[in-house]
């Protein structure tokens, strides 16, 4: 089999081209996959989950702090109906029961304020967490949406890549007689098919030819198709 000159530049370009799509391709199927923001991404979902937490907890304690309040206020107005009826009684006895009453509903009014308070506290502190929690996961929404738009313009890139690179490809391909290209084909299969022979080094398998192979290479005819002893890649002589 022959191979013109221009063949077999066509053939180390084939080589050159096949590799950088094999290449693109698993850059493609890597961004695809979205492995490089899955750690980002697990870490939003257990912050978005924190989030939540806090914001429960917050609103069960607001919803607590208005029970409490509302507890103080059924106790205010008990009070101050009790007021009314001691300033109303002629009896001292009543008013002796009624005096002994506002002791104990200004104790329980105390106790409940006390529990008011501290919800009050336990609240504000959540209320903080909550909003450290809320700024935290801010941020990585932020990281994940610019890296998901990183992750978008380079595969439309690599994609725009892909189609010059099979277009210049099918090019190659079309211009090689069709018998040169099945035997590339075939060499393809068990790694690269073509390569310079740089010196007495095969560019294919960088393993260097003897003097005598090298000789019997070098002396061949400029189209004649040559290839490696050691790989079997086809030999561009230059
Ligand atoms: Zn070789």
Redesign the pocket.
């Known amino acids: 089999m022959q191979a013109s000159k221009s063949n077999q530049l066509d053939l180390l370009a084939l080589e050159a081209i096949n590799q950088t799509i094999e290449r693109h391709q698993r850059e493609i199927d890597d961004l695809n996959s979205g492995k490089a923001t899955a750690e980002l991404r697990a870490s939003q979902r257990t912050m978005a989950l924190q989030v939540l937490e806090a914001s429960n907890l917050c609103e069960s304690l607001n919803l607590e702090l208005s029970r409490a309040n509302a507890d103080v206020a059924v106790v205010d107005s008990r009070i101050s109906l009790d007021k009314q009826r001691l300033n109303q009684t002629s009896s001292a006895k009543d008013a002796q029961g009624i005096e002994s009453e506002l002791v104990t509903l200004g104790k329980r009014k105390s106790d409940l304020e006390d529990a008011s308070l501290a919800i009050m506290e336990h609240l504000e502190e959540a209320e903080q967490k909550l909003s450290v929690l809320k700024v935290e996961k801010s941020k990585i929404d932020e990281t994940l949406a610019v890296a998901d738009d990183k992750s978008m313009q380079d595969l439309m890139k690599l994609q725009s890549g892909l189609q010059l690179e099979s277009t210049e490809r099918d090019a190659l391909r079309a211009r090689i007689p069709a018998e040169i290209v099945e035997l590339f084909d075939k060499k393809s299969l068990r790694g690269t098919a073509v ?1 310079r022979l740089i010196g007495r080094q ?1 560019g ?4 260097s030819l003897t003097a005598a192979a090298y000789d019997e290479a070098v002396n061949q005819p400029a189209d004649a198709m040559v290839f ?1 002893p ?4 086809i ?1 561009v002589r230059s």
């Not at 294919?204 to 393993?207: R, T, V």
């Not at 050691?230 to 890649?233: G, I, R, S, T, Y």
């Open positions: 390569g095969c294919s398998c960088q393993i490696c050691e790989c079997a890649a030999l």
